[in-house]
């Protein structure tokens, strides 16, 4: 089916760390290390690190792409270009069919460049309904969550506390109410979500095994 319509969001950040450590960090796998309790289901990841022909599945992006507290959206690697540090993602759903290019360049200061483009495009009645609804700001706060995550990992050496991306949320004028608490909906079922993977990586990385 042809897209409906789309939006396309641009975000930039830079993080204070060099290429080299924050490059990995873009994979669905390396995700459990810094964002806090992110969940998944890979479905080909045979390395169990992010290649191109990667695919998995995630759920915690459903309020901010499908405007629902919980829905899946597959994601594929279809571009990964370690040498030039870029990662190209597709994203579909139920509502779209999306284009989530990570391109990073160096800064010359031993820092990083991160520059995010996502091109949101509906496919469903439903993802015209994303759009409507302030969809290109709820993208770029998504964006802005992931990097503020990225940034506190690289620069502060742990996962972020809750109350930092708490004051993100409180502060935005994307969401509205029931947006809201589709949020805190979804963050309560992916607390209950179960994740193998993650528990069996959680402990080798306790462990110093990874």
Not at 31 to 44: A, N, R, S
Not at 124 to 137: D, Q, S, Y
Not at 152 to 178: F, H, Q
């Amino acid at each position: 089916m042809p897209a409906l319509d789309s939006i396309q969001v641009s975000y930039a950040t830079r993080v204070h760390a060099p290429i080299e450590a924050v490059f990995p960090l873009c994979c669905p796998v390396e995700e459990y290390k810094w964002i806090p309790g992110w969940k998944c289901d890979l479905v080909h990841c045979p390395n169990e690190r992010v290649e191109q022909g990667t695919v998995f599945d995630e759920y915690s992006s459903a309020p901010f792409l499908m405007g629902k507290a919980w829905g899946k959206t597959t994601w594929t690697a279809v571009l990964h270009d370690p040498e030039q540090h870029r990662v190209h993602y597709e994203l579909k759903n139920v509502a779209s069919d999306s284009l989530y290019k990570i391109e990073l360049s160096d800064n010359g200061s031993d820092g990083t460049l991160a520059q995010l483009d996502f091109r949101y495009s509906a496919i469903t009645p439903l993802g015209l309904k994303v759009i409507r609804n302030r969809g290109e700001a709820k993208i770029e706060l998504m964006l802005q969550i992931l990097t503020e995550l990225l940034r506190n990992y690289c620069e502060r050496g742990g996962v972020a506390r809750p109350g930092r991306i708490a004051r993100v949320i409180a502060t935005s004028d994307a969401l509205t109410a029931a947006d809201r608490i589709r949020l805190f909906v979804n963050g309560f079922a992916m607390a209950r979500k179960r994740d193998s993977f993650r528990r069996r990586y959680m402990k080798e990385l306790a462990a110093g095994l990874r």
